[in-house]
């Protein structure tokens, strides 16, 4: 329980700190969260696209199909929202396999992990990271109850190579049909400028405002806005996803962040800031991706309404 605890802790910090937030850079930071989701849609309905070229693939669609994933996942751990992201984007191009939608994430995550392992580079150099025999010590940190049981652990352990091992079975026997559908979803990478142009150009984009989303968070709960505060920041995120264990990452995130500033910013300004970003974050990304399902499906029963359509069309868990 002393996960939970150091959760309700967080956010009691951050109601204490509410009056002192200032508006206009709060304001700003949710407008260009709004841009950045836009940005990142565009990158994956060209991602699509190319691996469709003759079907139309209208940016409305994805950008619902999108907005929806996003939203869910904001309020259900385990990245949930996937699954509704993959179901509307099949919905919006019927003839495409959800082997090829799933592995358009694989083409999506090449420009994401280079920069995240820039971020993680430039971290390294300063030596905030928490190492692995702290990870149990840290406050609210989801896993610390499962490093502290380790028949628990060691089940899991075994869970995941046990269903590691079948997925590799199941691709040994349709290999070949595995393969071409797979490589579907990278043909975006031929030429390299088309890629260049048409993905990695709008997830730079979206780095960018992901950047900026942050220095105006910082504005508005007074932490100072530096450039390695944001990256600091941008770390303590990236770290939190993760361990998707709970919704937005939260307590995983404020576990973190205490740990990489390491003093040099007050702790209850850090909690009351990684709050008050996360909860504002999660009303804005929620109220979109479930005004986005409502419009798409005209209603918010998103299992019923893929029993009723047809029960073989569910996508992947």
Request: proline residues 5%.
């Amino acid at each position: 329980m002393e996960p939970v605890h150091a959760v309700l802790h967080a956010i009691r910090v951050f109601y204490d700190h509410l009056a002192d937030v200032d508006l206009r850079p709060l304001a700003i930071g949710l407008g260009l969260q709004v841009l950045k989701t836009v940005c990142t849609s565009r990158a994956w309905r060209n991602t699509i696209a190319a691996a469709y070229p003759d079907q139309k693939v209208r940016w409305r669609s994805i950008y619902a199909a999108y907005l929806s994933g996003v939203g869910v996942n904001a309020v259900l751990p385990a990245r949930g929202g996937d699954v509704v992201r993959l179901y509307l984007t099949h919905r919006a191009v019927p003839t495409a396999s959800y082997t090829t939608l799933t592995s358009t994430y694989l083409v999506m995550s090449i420009f994401d992990t280079t920069m995240s392992l820039a971020i993680f580079g430039y971290a390294l150099t300063l030596g905030v990271l928490p190492s692995i025999h702290s990870l149990p010590h840290l406050p609210s940190f989801d896993f610390s109850w499962l490093f502290g049981h380790r028949t628990v652990s060691s089940l899991v352990i075994v869970l995941l190579i046990v269903g590691l091992t079948a997925l590799a079975v199941w691709i040994h026997w349709r290999i070949a049909d595995f393969r071409e559908r797979v490589g579907q979803a990278f043909r975006v990478l031929r030429p390299r400028t088309r890629y260049l142009r048409r993905v990695a150009f709008w997830q730079a984009c979206d780095w960018a405002l992901r950047f900026a989303v942050i220095w105006f968070f910082l504005g508005a709960f007074h932490v100072p806005q530096t450039v390695r505060n944001v990256l600091l920041v941008q770390v303590t995120q990236s770290l939190a996803t993760l361990a998707p264990v709970t919704p937005g990452g939260i307590g995983t995130e404020q576990a973190f962040i205490v740990y990489v500033f390491g003093g040099t910013v007050a702790k209850t300004a850090l909690l009351a800031f990684s709050v008050g970003m996360r909860i504002s974050l999660t009303v804005v990304n929620a109220t979109l991706g479930f005004i986005a399902i409502f419009l798409t499906l005209r209603t918010l029963r998103f299992r019923r309404h893929v029993d009723a359509v047809d029960p073989r069309a569910r996508p992947p868990a």
